[in-house]
T-cell receptor, first 113, second 114 residues
């Protein structure tokens, strides 16, 4: 069964450092998303990406965040200068189209120290 | 603004008992509705989905949910809970009008006692 894969599963970084979280969406999917879940809180939408550009972003997704689809398979989330409050589980998701369900990866747990 | 409410933070049921997890939404468009399950430290697994048609939908692991437009609800049910069902359950809502992004509820932690 096709699945969304995320790497790494866990990353620890120092405050102020840049991190790149990687995702490989399901191969024939067209829409890509990043969500985050701070420990003990709800899952929150960060950004959606379609046709090689951001289609929507939340208030959380400020100038410190960026996304990229550098090739035909990877979808990355970069945090330029991490803050303690960026510590969270980050989920990548993809969908085949507008009326289809989102498939989530297993998540990357980011810990900023 | 779109919102999803799961009024129960924790629910404890006995193994073999029936289960109902509540979900209410406030949305300005025709919603798509989902239930996801998350085991500790794990990702989100889709249990079931509703896009249109029959308002009673069947999912994996014996779960079902019923969409009630008049009550803006999408409650999750299971007739007989197994110990392996202990996890956190999230209701999520999306809509084409809002770019298909999902808005999640706060989650309900299910504990199963033997």
């Amino acid at each position: 069964e096709p699945e969304v894969t995320q790497t790494p599963s866990h990353q620890v970084t120092q405050m102020g450092q840049e991190v790149i979280l990687r995702c490989v969406p399901i191969s024939n999917h067209l829409y890509f998303y990043w969500y985050r879940q701070i420990l003990g809180q709800k899952v929150e939408f960060l950004v959606s990406f379609y046709n090689n550009e951001i289609s929507e972003k939340s208030e959380i997704f400020d100038d410190q965040f960026s996304v990229e689809r550098p090739d035909g398979s990877n979808f990355t989330l970069k945090i330029r200068s991490t803050k303690l409050e960026d510590s969270a589980m980050y989920f990548c998701a993809s969908t085949a189209g507008e009326n289809t369900e989102a498939f989530f990866g297993q998540g990357t747990r980011l810990t900023v120290v | 603004a779109q919102s999803v409410t799961q009024p129960d933070i924790h629910i404890t049921v006995s193994e073999g008992a029936s289960l109902e997890l509540r979900c209410n939404y406030s949305y300005g468009a025709t919603p798509y509705l989902f239930w996801y399950v998350q085991s500790p430290g794990q990702g989100l697994q889709l249990l079931l989905k509703y896009f249109s048609g029959d308002t009673l939908v069947q999912g994996i692991k014996g779960f079902e949910a019923e969409f009630k437009r008049s009550q803006s609800s999408f409650n999750l049910r299971k007739p007989s809970v197994h110990w392996s069902d202990a996890a956190e359950y999230f209701c999520a809502v999306g809509a084409r009008e809002y770019g298909n992004k999902l808005v999640f509820g706060a989650g309900t932690i299910l504990r199963v006692k033997s």
